[in-house]
């Protein structure tokens, strides 16, 4: 009865914290609003016994990624969204999609439900970080390599981005590169 | 009493619809990618949930992996948002509809 009354207080909050994520035009309010997201899913993982992955939740989504949103949100210094009337007719054919997606989203969950599934015993809790690095540095390691290539190839994609080198720099470099050839 | 794993399954559906009409609706550059992390969000959730009921470490093993993809993304995503603003002055995705400068 309390863990019902827990995960429904919880829900409450998250699908309100997003259709609030949603509506507002002020980028700083959706930041705001997707950080109470993140703490309610943290919440839930809790009530599912997963507590390493709840903390993971809130150090990763709450903590780094939310601070970098409003870091970059804060740097560029951003204005409301201007109300738009070129497309508004549209709304009505986008809330229709959304309400589709939402029906194809919940069939797919009945039909997986309709499989028979092995019950879980009560006593064989997954959610201890010993499990998950088991199963992480003997099955999966491959996938964990895979991961971890891919944030190195983030990390200098992101470098690579940002940096600023005007036009005469780069042809500058290009012209020591002819020199040396002609050398 | 545990709520069954129907109703968690449930807000997941609800909050990666939320996720996705939000996709669609925005037009700052930055509220499509916060839009984005709450659809990976609301699949993380699926992933917990049937990891608890099957009893099996995987899918939370793979919340991790969802976890790593969404750090990238965030330095990558906002990286080109930075370099497109440089560009532009704005993060308008309506401004951002030719493919070179």
């Given at each position: 009865?309390?863990?019902?009354?827990?995960?429904?207080?919880?829900?409450?909050?998250?699908?309100?914290?997003?259709?609030?994520?949603?509506?507002?035009?002020?980028?700083?309010?959706?930041?705001?609003?997707?950080?109470?997201?993140?703490?309610?899913?943290?919440?839930?993982?809790?009530?599912?016994?997963?507590?390493?992955?709840?903390?993971?939740?809130?150090?990763?989504?709450?903590?780094?990624?939310?601070?970098?949103?409003?870091?970059?949100?804060?740097?560029?210094?951003?204005?409301?969204?201007?109300?738009?009337?070129?497309?508004?007719h549209l709304y009505v054919i986008g809330a229709g999609l959304?309400?589709?997606?939402?029906?194809?989203?919940?069939?797919?969950?009945?039909?997986?439900?309709?499989?028979?599934?092995?019950?879980?015993?009560?006593?064989?809790?997954?959610?201890?970080?010993?499990?998950?690095?088991?199963?992480?540095?003997?099955?999966?390691?491959?996938?964990?390599?895979?991961?971890?290539?891919?944030?190195?190839?983030?990390?200098?994609?992101?470098?690579?981005?940002?940096?600023?080198?005007?036009?005469?720099?780069?042809?500058?470099?290009?012209?020591?590169?002819?020199?040396?050839?002609?050398? | 009493?545990?709520?069954?794993?129907?109703?968690?399954?449930?807000?997941?559906?609800?909050?990666?619809?939320?996720?996705?009409?939000?996709?669609?609706?925005?037009?700052?550059?930055?509220?499509?990618?916060?839009?984005?992390?709450?659809?990976?969000?609301?699949?993380?959730?699926?992933?917990?949930?049937?990891?608890?009921?099957?009893?099996?470490?995987?899918?939370?093993?793979?919340?991790?992996?969802?976890?790593?993809?969404?750090?990238?993304?965030?330095?990558?995503?906002?990286?080109?948002?930075?370099?497109?603003?440089?560009?532009?002055?704005?993060?308008?995705?309506?401004?951002?509809?030719?493919?070179?400068?």
């Open positions: 009865m309390v863990s019902s009354v827990i995960f429904f207080l919880l829900a409450g909050f998250a699908i309100a914290c997003a259709i609030s994520l949603v509506y507002h035009k002020n980028p700083l309010y959706s930041a705001i609003s997707l950080i109470g997201v993140f703490i309610a899913l943290a919440g839930l993982y809790v009530t599912l016994a997963a507590t390493f992955i709840a903390v993971t939740q809130i150090l990763v989504y709450a903590g780094a990624i939310m601070v970098l949103v409003v870091f970059v949100i804060m740097l560029l210094n951003l204005d409301e969204d201007k109300p738009l009337n070129r497309l508004r959304g309400v589709a997606l939402l029906a194809q989203t919940f069939f797919i969950f009945y039909a997986v439900l309709k499989t028979p599934k092995t019950p879980a015993e009560p006593d064989q809790l997954a959610g201890s970080p010993m499990s998950i690095g088991l199963a992480m540095y003997t099955e999966y390691l491959l996938p964990v390599e895979i991961v971890g290539v891919m944030l190195l190839m983030a990390i200098i994609g992101a470098v690579i981005l940002v940096r600023k080198m005007e036009q005469p720099e780069i042809e500058a470099l290009s012209e020591d590169v002819s020199d040396k050839r002609i050398e | 009493m545990q709520p069954s794993l129907e109703s968690y399954l449930a807000l997941s559906g609800i909050l990666f619809t939320i996720g996705a009409v939000g996709v669609i609706y925005k037009r700052n550059a930055i509220g499509v990618f916060m839009c984005i992390e709450l659809m990976l969000n609301a699949v993380n959730l699926t992933f917990v949930s049937f990891s608890r009921y099957y009893g099996d470490a995987t899918g939370q093993l793979f919340v991790f992996m969802v976890m790593s993809v969404a750090a990238a993304e965030a330095a990558v995503g906002l990286g080109i948002i930075i370099a497109f603003f440089r560009n532009r002055i704005s993060v308008d995705v309506d401004d951002a509809s030719i493919l070179k400068f």
